[in-house]
């Protein structure tokens, strides 16, 4: 007879238990491939099958870990922006001075698809594919960092350090300038260093392209008060 359990009534669980480090193991093998052929091939072209030969894993091991094609795609994106999220607050130590946070965080953001370029690719084939399925990964993770950098700019403008203007449109327009950026060097092909480039934008962003004496030429063009940085309420 089976020995009795000690436990009468409770089914013993079937099979190895689950290993969490083997699970996180397998799970960033399979995004890790996923991520090179879906950039590589779009995502039509990609096959599973292949993956998983070149993983030496079934195909159905893959839907264990992603249940879907689009599942799996999607969990690119976002293991990618959550990379570059982690990238930038390893470039800001804690207690850092807000305007050496913003330039480091610009300097990481253009070395990180520098370094990365198939992720721009994958946020190409996201609008291609699933143009009506929302905003894109991308602009989802601005959208859930744009309190922190609120934070940042209404900071700056408390110690004095940056002007008063309306928030919303100046990250929107850095931000813009950084999107641009990012598509620009990986489609043109260039090659500058990201400290060299992040210094060009930092210089624009911080000085404008005006002398001095030009700036007169052009008064304040009057933004509206709503989401002024500085306003008091």
Aim: glycine residues 10%; proline residues 7%.
């Amino acid at each position: 007879m089976p020995p009795q359990s000690q436990h009468p009534g409770k089914v013993p669980p079937r099979g190895r238990p689950k290993n969490p480090d083997l699970l996180r193991h397998r799970t960033e093998q399979i995004l890790t491939a996923a991520t090179t052929h879906f950039a590589r091939l779009g995502y039509q072209e990609t096959d599973l099958q292949v993956i998983a030969n070149e993983l030496k894993i079934g195909k159905g091991t893959i839907y264990r870990y992603f249940p879907t094609k689009e599942s799996l795609f999607r969990a690119t994106l976002s293991r990618g922006l959550t990379e570059l999220m982690t990238l930038i607050n390893q470039k800001i130590p804690p207690g850092s001075d807000a305007l050496a946070c913003f330039a480091s965080a610009i300097e990481a953001y253009l070395g990180f698809f520098r370094a990365r370029p198939e992720m721009v690719e994958l946020f190409l084939i996201e609008r291609a594919v699933f143009p009506g399925k929302g905003k894109s990964a991308y602009f989802v993770q601005r959208e859930q960092d744009r309190k922190r950098w609120s934070e940042v700019f209404r900071e700056l403008v408390a110690q004095g350090r940056v002007r008063q203007g309306r928030l919303d449109g100046m990250l929107d327009s850095i931000g813009d300038l950084l999107y641009g950026t990012m598509f620009a060097n990986h489609h043109g092909g260039r090659m500058v260093a990201p400290e060299i480039q992040a210094k060009d934008i930092l210089d624009l962003v911080f000085h404008g392209i005006l002398a001095p004496k030009a700036r007169k030429e052009f008064p304040d063009l009057g933004n509206p008060e709503n989401g002024m940085v500085g306003k008091k309420q």
